[in-house]
């Protein structure tokens, strides 16, 4: 697989979608803050999820004075089970132009795509979101090092290469934006437009 310092080609992700392009057209890294507002995003849908799931279950069955308990075991299970079984893959499982995609991430104009250029699979997802990100790094991390392997997989993206955080490394994943730039494309388009008009030009001088 073609993985470059800057981004992918288009065609390098032919297994998981067909591009609008044809393949020519490289498909930049996603940057940290695309990345953060993505996350962001996901999780404020999965914490409107958790309010209405206290609601439902404490206030039908809550005793007083038992509220920030259940709180907390919501918003707990939510985030290092919901998110990383069941909301993240089963989204970026879906096929074509969202997969590896959450809800967030869509809004981001951003994807994760597999290194070995192969559709994210709830599988893949799960290794990622759920394996990698929250039992590895997130309580493993936690326990042995007192959270900084979590602040570490947020701010990894800022200096690596790839741009991948630590879970990225572990679960064989890179962060994409969904297209080409529109500055890019209007670079790509205009290059054989350039070559044309010099061709033309050297014929007419030639002449």
């Known amino acids: 697989m ?3 310092r800057r981004g992918l080609t288009a065609g390098t992700m032919a297994k998981a979608s067909v591009p609008a392009d044809g393949g020519a057209t490289p498909l930049p890294l996603a940057g940290w803050w695309l990345r953060f507002a993505a996350y962001l995003l996901d999780t404020v849908i999965l914490l409107c999820i958790a309010v ?3 609601w439902v279950v404490w206030g039908t ?3 007083a004075g ?4 259940a ?3 919501t918003w707990g299970t939510t985030d290092y089970l919901f998110r990383g079984v069941f909301y993240a893959p089963l989204l ?3 096929r ?3 997969n590896g995609q959450t809800i967030g991430k869509e809004v981001a104009g951003i994807r994760v795509v597999r290194e070995d250029g192969w559709p994210m699979s709830y599988g893949a997802g799960v290794l990622r979101e759920w394996l990698a990100k929250t039992l590895v790094i997130q309580v493993a ?6 959270g900084v392997a979590v602040l570490l997989d947020y701010i990894w993206p800022l200096w690596d290469e790839r741009r991948q955080a630590l879970h990225d490394r572990l679960a064989s994943t890179v962060v994409l934006e969904a297209r080409p730039s529109s500055a890019r494309l209007r670079l790509d388009t205009a290059a054989p437009e350039s070559s044309s008009h010099a061709i033309a030009a050297g014929r007419t001088v030639s002449r």
Do not use: Q
Request: hydrophobic share 55%; proline share 0%; aromatic share 4%.
């Open 2 to 4: 073609m993985l470059g």
């Open 52 to 54: 209405a799931v206290f």
């Open 61 to 63: 069955s809550g005793v």
């Open 66 to 69: 038992t509220a920030g308990i």
């Open 71 to 73: 709180a907390a075991i």
């Open 92 to 94: 970026m499982r879906r």
């Open 96 to 98: 074509g132009e969202h």
């Open 141 to 146: 991390g936690v326990a042995l090092t007192g």
